[in-house]
């Protein structure tokens, strides 16, 4: 189970151990967003520290129906204990937790400050 808590701004966060370029885990908190349907999204300075490996250029649509590109990276995750490869998009000022990643898990939100997160896979 992957546990987080709900912020007094009403966000849900957990955190993800990614490794970085040399293989090392590194702790990041991430929001959950229901409306991101990829894996993952971290700013690119974020990218950069960890020094993930690029894999290639592709185009993002953004809430207001704006398209723009993106570089995509890989990264690998410690998701619910096991490693995942998985791939992140450099985009933004916060890092996310999307849909993609959360495939195949319940996940429940308290929405309320202080209030419990909670990630399960799915028996």
């Known amino acids: ?6 912020t007094s701004s009403l966000e849900a966060k957990i955190r993800v151990h990614i490794l970085d370029g040399d293989s090392q885990s590194q702790a990041i908190d991430g929001l959950i967003d229901t409306g991101f349907a990829g894996f993952m ?23 207001d129906g704006r398209l723009i590109p993106i570089d995509i990276f890989s990264a690998t995750v410690i998701w619910n204990g096991k490693p995942r490869t998985i791939n992140v998009q450099a ?33």
């Open 1 to 6: 189970m992957i546990t987080g808590i709900v």
């Open 41 to 63: 999204s971290l700013p690119i300075a974020t990218v950069a520290t960890l020094g993930l490996p690029w894999i290639f250029r592709d185009q993002t649509e953004l809430i």
């Open 91 to 123: 985009l933004g000022n916060y890092i996310l937790i999307g849909m993609r990643l959360l495939a195949g898990y319940d996940v429940a939100i308290r929405a309320t400050d202080g209030g419990l997160v909670s990630i399960d896979a799915i028996p």
